[in-house]
């Protein structure tokens, strides 16, 4: 966890000149004081390209995989020209889903914290009434998901008719879950002469249907290449029978690591924890079938280092970033390339080490063919003596 001195929030502030360096990058002297106080002692890649177009009024398309700072690439932009005078939305965040607008709430709020800045996260599943509430005492910044954006807007209780800027973040994502029509429909809400900023894993055609709509000549940037899987994680499969992959997963956890375990449904997640439970290993579950409340109550967990071992459906697989997590553990394969790349995306992150294991059963071979084809080399079986512990433990 990051030591932070907590001091009180000062009164809102206009913009302030930008004459701090910030690595290359210029930032005004609120701003780079909570970056210290985050200890970002200069920017990510991703950063060093997109905090400058923005800063401009530029629109902007980042494509970069979860992990490489992409938040701060727009939240410092966001903390520079959000005038937290002036009490109404100005700023407008799209996530795909509510662990994300939590994560992104709290570091946008971060950055802004000594400009004064209020930031406000809306998603369903939580009560509407402190958002209502929030947005009624003016917050400058909104972070939320499409479908309780359209909720609020409907009720009249939120205005974009003069946000400034509007960033779509994991845009591949939210329109996999089939929210194009919202995003439409609230990027039509906003005045024309808005900055738009979009971030993306992959650029299928929908997106890029998207960008020629509602950006203007934006300028795109690429970091890293598409898909490729982070080169910290050491990347290994098992071989194990359906019904030995419990056995298996008994043998390699490590309670003191912390681990991330991917199911393919919210039943086998359920089923999983559950018989952990009965074999005495603390473990929570973490799917969209649970009440918002006790999503948040685990992933806050988790992040705190509380609970070693999560156990989840896809919900977790983008974008989410608890730094600590050492193993990403494939109970069920992954169902696509992208689909792996992204699990695993959820440890070594920003420089960190971390190991991933997919267990590879009779019915997966399709999908691992799949996979082994597009990650090569990186992907090397467990070694010999992990498997003779599986075989010992049976
Ligand atoms: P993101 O890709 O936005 O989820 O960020 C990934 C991680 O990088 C988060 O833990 C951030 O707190 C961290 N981070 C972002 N920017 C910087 C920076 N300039 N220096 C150090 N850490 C950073």
Not at 45 to 56: A, T
Request: glycine share 8%.
């Amino acid at each position: 966890m990051r030591e932070r001195r907590r001091e009180p929030a000062p009164a809102p502030q206009g913009p302030s000149p930008r004459d701090l360096p910030f690595g290359p990058v210029l930032v005004s002297a609120p701003v780079k004081r909570a970056l210290d106080e985050m200890r970002y002692e200069s920017p990510t890649p991703i950063q060093e390209l997109v905090i400058e177009p923005l800063l401009n009024g530029e629109d902007v398309v980042g494509q970069a995989q979860t992990g490489t700072g992409k938040t701060a690439g727009f939240g410092i932009p966001i903390a520079e020209q959000v005038d937290a005078r002036e009490p109404f939305v100005q700023a407008l965040v799209l996530v795909p889903t509510r662990e994300l607008a939590r994560q992104v709430t709290d570091e946008v709020a971060e950055i802004c914290r000594y400009r004064g800045t209020q930031v406000v996260p809306v998603y369903g599943g939580a009560r509407i009434g402190p958002q209502i509430t929030a947005l009624h005492n003016g917050a400058q910044v909104v972070v939320g998901t499409p479908g309780r954006v359209i909720d609020l807007l409907d009720r009249g209780v939120l205005r974009l008719d003069r946000a400034r800027m509007v960033v779509l973040d994991e845009a591949d994502q939210m329109l996999d879950i089939g929210f194009l029509p919202d995003v439409r429909r609230i990027l039509r809400s906003t005045p024309r002469s808005r900055q738009t900023a979009l971030f993306t894993a992959t650029i299928p055609t929908m997106i890029k249907r998207l960008i020629y709509s509602y950006l203007k000549e934006p300028q795109t940037f690429r970091v890293g290449a598409e898909s490729e899987p982070v080169e910290q994680v050491t990347q290994r499969y098992c071989e194990v029978a359906s019904r030995d992959k419990l056995t298996a997963l008994l043998n390699v956890l490590d309670e003191e690591e912390q681990t991330l375990v991917f199911r393919r449904t919210q039943d086998d997640v359920d089923w999983l924890v559950r018989t952990l439970g009965r074999r005495r290993v603390k473990a929570a579950a973490i799917h969209g079938g649970l009440p918002q409340g006790e999503r948040n109550a685990v992933m806050q967990q988790f992040r705190s280092g509380a609970l070693k071992l999560l156990v989840s459906t896809n919900l977790t697989s983008r974008g989410i970033d608890v730094p600590t997590v050492e193993n990403v553990i494939n109970y069920d394969i992954p169902e696509s390339v992208e689909e792996y790349v992204h699990r695993i995306g959820r440890t070594a992150r920003m420089g960190r080490e971390g190991t991933a294991l997919t267990f590879v059963s009779e019915w997966d071979l399709d999908f691992f063919d799949a996979i082994k084809a597009h990650v090569g080399d990186d992907l090397q079986p467990l070694e010999l003596g992990l498997y003779k512990r599986l075989e010992a433990g049976v």
